[in-house]
């Protein structure tokens, strides 16, 4: 639990508040400001949310109230930060949000060091949403249905639908008691999970079409190059879940997507499941993550970059 | 909450105890099934489950203390059915189970009527494994890491991750008291959601290749052919989640899958997301059941059953 008394009376005293969150806005960064402005709209606050660029049309329907902006109305009296590891996430909007008197941010990434004079950091708390659940329960405000349906937004994307390793007992107590505003998890979760652009489910198939088991089955390999993106209009972020889904064949416990990037490089995901320790595969490479999903950089064509990483991986989950 | 006085003297009696859950296990089957034979073990009784068709493959760790067995080795003096609407469900050992001179059963379908002497039956309940847990609580009976464990894949997997409409406060309070237990609930849904047959996997990607959309990309529809199974190995149960891989394309509103079965028949699976009535489109073709989920069943060539199905879905979908 945060000491909130600093943050409560810092908000007591503004008027004008502006919120800011991460550029390429997920779940909890668009629910977490949502629910935070409503919240303080409620209050009788003056309160808007400035973004740099638009909020990806799955969670567009999280603001109708015209919370997001993109330009200042006026110089904030205080500035609020959600879900933003350091000020570079906030990139271009840097001069407006240390332009208030007051600056503060609230987040759960771990940091590299203070960028506003009133922190509440919590990297133990599953998402931004959580602490800011936390906050408004903490000042009484007040909090509708809407604000709850974009607290759970924040805390159930954040944590995969409460499967990731972020995931606590807490995340569950706070879905627990945004059922009790009424909210419509069916509704959301279809707003959230229900829709992926169709190149990016047809680079997923052509993934599992063209996929490689090797060492018995255990490890797979798979790849898309720039002409696959091509055909399929897709952009380079419809390849993000295709070594989820390499990954999820059964009997595999290691996997390895390599993607072609425009500038020709090949960017490798590689990701386990229970005990192939896929860090040391990518550190053979220069690169490096964690023991179950790591990545590494290769400078060749994608068919050298195959074959240099295919007897590594397979080295990786004998027995 | 369920008055659980009746049933906790029937099982304080009671020393020979059987288990018995449904055919074609599922995650709630055999998580609440499992947790309730550890707890009532470790409360001294001699219990056991018994089967008469085998624990799909992604939930046999439950099991690792020989709870699952094909032969009854006495007669009970108890026998528990769990998640069983009915004894229908428990097919082959409905003779062992009516045998005991008590019988009992905990389940949260809607019944047809009474089938053991003592019955805890609410249809509230996110899952079977929420009103074991609530037993096993009002016994004060222990309950170990292995047995939560089990309860949580039963109330995750039943509920669709907390995404489906029986989920509930109850179920998010009961996922974070089993986090008290110590838990590893990454490593459960590895277990249980990250494992696919590749030839279902295959099937899905061919699904979304071939595609087709109409009436501006808010109906689509795909097709398997008994000629596609084969081709990847796979069997009837891998196209089940083809329709939903459908339905998520972004702007799809409604969606049809056509699945060739051996016998010839055409069975039309007919999914929408928000407002597209395909219980009436079912109709039209004597099929039937919900607003955003119905099917039915056409006895030509598929060509045939793709023509007549796509007018009736392209106007389920017209402003």
Redesign the interface.
Known sequence: MQNWNDIQKAIAKAQKILIFTHVNMDGDAAGSSCALCRSLRAMGKDCFILLEDDCP?YLQFLDDGGMFIKQAPWTPDLSIAVDCGDDSRIERRKDVFHAAPVTMCIDHHMKSGPFAQLEAIDPAAPAAGSLVFELLQAMNAPIDKDAAEALYVAI?TDTG?????N????A??D???L??YGID??KL??FV??????PQ??L???A??R?Q?FADGKAAISWSTQDDLKRFGALDEHTECCID?I?????VEAAAFLKEKADGRIKVSLRS??YADVNAVARQFDGGGHLRASGCTFYCSIEEALEQIRPALEASVAP
């Open positions: 049309r159930a639908s409460f499967k990731h390793g995931t606590t007992a807490e569950h107590l879905a627990a008691k059922y009790g998890a069916v979760n279809n999970y229900g829709s992926y652009p169709l489910l047809k997923e198939a052509m599992v079409e996929v088991l889904r990954r999820s064949i059964e009997g499941k229970s």
